[in-house]
Antibody, heavy 121, light 107 residues
Framework: EVQLVESGGGLVQPGRSLRLSCAASGFTFDGYAMHWVRQAPGKGLEWVSGISWNSGTITYADSVKGRFTISRDNAKNSLYLQMNSLRGEDTAFYYC??????????????WGQGTLVTVSS | DIQMTQSPSSLSASVGDRVTITCRASQGISNYLAWYQQKPGKVPKLLIYGASTLQSGVPSRFSGSGSGTDFTLTISSLQPEDVATYYCQKYNSAPLTFGPGTKVDIK
């Protein structure tokens, strides 16, 4: 059974940093691209960042480019999102999602339960 | 960047009705289009990828069509458990943009 478990969310002040983790199990982690998607409370889905199977291709939404860094450790079956210079508009549930392919150009067939990040003073 | 729009933004239909949701891309994306269902308080679930391929385990009353810029998600016979918000997503290249969503409920 595929499982994606996010952790690391919480309350953080504007301008500070936070690192999210996603522990994957139930599939060959290094065989698939992975993504972060966020959803502000009561709002729609926003793709944040994606990383190919070997970290060779990394992309970001314009809204987080230069502030967020995605990475993965295939030996640990883990995906990460380092979030710096956090803003109020970054407040959201952050979901880890598995792509259907090694490359990013594929739909997301499994999602974690999400971790809530609240940016507030 | 390519923009994704959906219509309608919400709809109310009776059980058994045929429901159609439209998604439009501002530029052609071939068939790199997915549909997701998000029930209240739940995580999004993949319904359709490649514009028309049904994800394993998804009921056959769901279907997708289209290519290029115009796409459609159809529920052939609406069921109470289909109450949800439906999102389209383009994934041909970054950014992998989602549409704004269509909220479906029962009349």
């Amino acid at each position: 059974e595929v499982q994606l478990v996010e952790s690391g969310g919480g309350l953080v002040q504007p301008g500070r940093s936070l690192r999210l983790s996603c522990a994957a199990s139930g599939f060959t982690f290094d065989g698939y691209a992975m993504h972060w998607v966020r959803q502000a409370p009561g709002k729609g889905l926003e793709w944040v960042s994606g990383i190919s199977w070997n970290s060779g291709t990394i992309t970001y939404a314009d809204s987080v480019k230069g502030r967020f860094t995605i990475s993965r450790d295939n030996a640990k079956n883990s995906l990460y999102l380092q979030m710096n210079s956090l803003r109020g508009e970054d407040t959201a549930f952050y979901y880890c999602a598995k792509g259907r392919s090694t490359v990013q150009a594929a739909a997301f067939n499994y999602w974690g339960q999400g971790t809530l990040v609240t940016v507030s003073s | 960047d390519i923009q994704m729009t959906q219509s309608p933004s919400s709809l109310s239909a009776s059980v058994g009705d045929r429901v159609t949701i439209t998604c439009r891309a501002s530029q052609g994306i071939s068939n790199y289009l997915a549909w997701y269902q998000q029930k209240p308080g739940k995580v999004p679930k993949l319904l359709i990828y490649g514009a028309s391929t049904l994800q394993s385990g998804v009921p056959s009353r769901f279907s997708g069509s289209g290519s290029g810029t115009d796409f459609t998600l159809t529920i052939s016979s609406l069921q109470p458990e289909d109450v949800a918000t439906y999102y389209c997503q383009k994934y041909n290249s970054a950014p992998l943009t989602f549409g704004p969503g269509t909220k479906v409920d029962i009349k």
